[in-house]
């Protein structure tokens, strides 16, 4: 079983020719749908084959409902708090050259608490893997994942958005970490006082980038999704998890991309799904199905929606 820690948005999104200025009154093309890492992962997990759970913070309100729907759709076992706040929200301005302006109402999802997460106690001791990110309180993962350590379950902590913080306490507690390129740079400078551009991660020499993994992360092993240069993996460990080497990289799928929006959630919940359901496969096998599964879900609009099957993946790549 995966368990899932995190937000539920609902999505407010307007495409618009310009991005507003203040004072403008603007029409545009309006549409609505759910996100938030949180669910976005677990979904992501749960369409990959994991049984799943999602611990998240809701309102009473038509959100709360969508959350509620739609995990039921995908089989998602959802525990949620039920806040006095409203539904977390976003709305996003998109212009025609496909720049954004995005606003975040946290709404329940700054609600969830230690304590909630602490009375799935039963629920957690089922778990192989916990995900994470940081759209909710650092308190709330840390208690799953100290939850994790008592019964010797797998933690993968989605350092994201790059503009959060991390406690040192869930650091500590993070077997896997799996920044995009930015959330990276953005917490090795928060962490280490060093600065990389992020647009040069990719052309790294991998015995640098493993360098820097190694400082941002002592222990464990970092994941640095690099788009469709697919990912970059170090373990403190050589022998960590069934790889033979350290680091080393591993191409993405050959596919015909039309929306990146939630392919590093797609990656996330695909690879705890793979790791929670054969964990003797070498971790490479993991993640070269986290890269296909993302890679796929790139082929299609949307984030949550554009979240394939497991026997689509296989279908498409064998
Ligand atoms: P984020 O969505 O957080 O910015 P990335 O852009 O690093 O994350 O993408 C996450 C994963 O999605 C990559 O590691 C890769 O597996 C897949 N991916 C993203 N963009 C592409 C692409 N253009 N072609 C193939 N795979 C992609």
């Excluded at 618009?16 to 609505?32: K, N, S, V």
């Excluded at 697919?230 to 015909?256: E, I, M, Q, T």
Aim: charged content about 15%.
């Amino acid at each position: 079983r995966v368990v899932v820690v995190g937000s539920f948005n609902v999505d407010h999104v307007w495409s618009l020719a310009a991005l507003p200025q203040p004072g403008e009154t603007l029409a545009g093309t309006y549409r609505t749908g759910p996100g938030g890492k949180g669910f976005n992962q677990a979904t992501a997990a749960a369409r990959a084959g994991a049984q799943t759970s999602f611990i998240c913070a809701l309102g009473e309100d038509v959100g709360g409902q969508l959350a509620h729907a739609l995990a039921a759709g995908d089989g998602i076992d959802l525990r949620d708090l039920r806040s006095d706040a409203p539904t977390g929200t976003a709305g996003i301005y998109v212009d025609a050259d496909g720049r954004n302006t995005i606003v975040i109402g946290p709404g329940a999802n700054a609600e969830l608490s230690a304590e909630f997460v602490g009375s799935h106690d039963a629920l957690l001791g089922t778990a192989q893997v916990l995900l994470s990110q940081l759209e909710t309180p650092v308190e709330s993962a840390a208690a799953a994942f100290s939850a994790a350590r008592r019964i010797g379950a797998l933690t993968l902590l989605n350092p994201a958005p790059a503009d959060a913080v991390a406690s040192d306490a869930l650091w500590a507690l993070a077997d896997v970490i799996t920044p995009n390129e930015t959330e990276f740079c953005a917490q090795l400078r928060l962490r280490t006082g060093a600065t990389l551009d992020p647009d040069t991660l990719s052309v790294l020499p991998d015995a640098e980038l493993h360098a820097h993994c190694r400082r941002l992360l002592g222990h464990g092993s970092v994941v640095v999704t690099l788009g469709k240069a697919g990912c970059f993996v170090s373990h403190a460990d050589g022998a960590l998890h069934g790889d033979d080497c350290a680091y080393y990289r591993c191409p993405a799928a050959a596919v015909k991309a039309v929306d990146t929006t939630g392919a590093g959630d797609a990656f996330n919940g695909a690879l705890a799904a793979s790791l929670a359901a054969t964990g003797e496969a070498p971790f490479a096998a993991h993640v070269a199905y986290a890269n296909r599964y993302a890679g796929l879900s790139t082929e299609r609009v949307g984030a949550a929606a554009a979240m394939p099957r497991d026997a689509e993946v296989r279908a498409r790549f064998g």
